[in-house]
């Protein structure tokens, strides 16, 4: 790319006051159309901070070889689930995309690469939670994706990466769930807020004091937190958008926690705010 080119993206995106980040546990698809206390939580979240220039959303459900950024003006609302209500899938989110957004993003990161996708969009992990946040799909949105071959370290290193583009009005979303293990459903208590499995609550109540203490080591490297872990991380796609989230966190900023309630036994809503 020229010089020319890169100074016209970096003009597009002025200093602005550091936004937060958010990491949203984002749970069952039903919660696009629902009304809860989650869904609640989301809208009351977004009236805490600045309405953003732009987002950037790292979704659970986009999964890559390599790590890839939406390019495209107009990215479509996918639909990413099967066996829903039809008033699910009639669920559009027609946010536009950021193309410049994309071009700085790749720019930026320069410790492993970043290429940009005209094809994917924004999947359920992006739309179902930010379609509470900005109901007016306002906000220009892009998603970047997981690359399946990398270990946690590396999640966390590039999302440090991220970091100047707080400065520059982008509110950067994790969306996943910490503990998500789908198998351990309990379907008798499907509909229970607040049900855990004793595994299932021993993790919540360490991931939350990890993350409020700052203890980003024991997070990443959570494999050798013992079984709960294990039970609660058979896969880690939902779990990583966290560190993207965590890994964002300047040297004293307030980290706090909100829709903090389990469900169905082996699934947390768990959702995290860092900044003001």
Known sequence: MKLNELSKISSSFPNTEKMPVLFLGHGNPMNAIEENEFVEGFRKVATEIPKPNTILCIS??????GTFVTAMDSPKTIHDFGGFPKQLFEVQYPAPGSPALAEETKRIVTAGSVEL????GLDHG???VIKHLYPNADVPVIQMSLDYNQPPQYHYDLAKQLSQ???????IIGSGNMIHNLRLVAWNQINTVGYAHDWALEAKEKMN??????HHDSLINYKVNGRAFELSIPTPEHYLPLLYTLALKDKGEPVSLFNDKSIAGSLTMTSVKIGS
């Open 117 to 120: 996708d005209h094809d994917w």
């Open 209 to 214: 004091h990890f993350i409020l203490n700052g």
């Open 60 to 65: 659970a459900h986009w999964e890559t070889r």
């Open 165 to 171: 583009l707080r400065q520059k009005g982008v509110l």
């Open 126 to 128: 992006a739309w179902s």
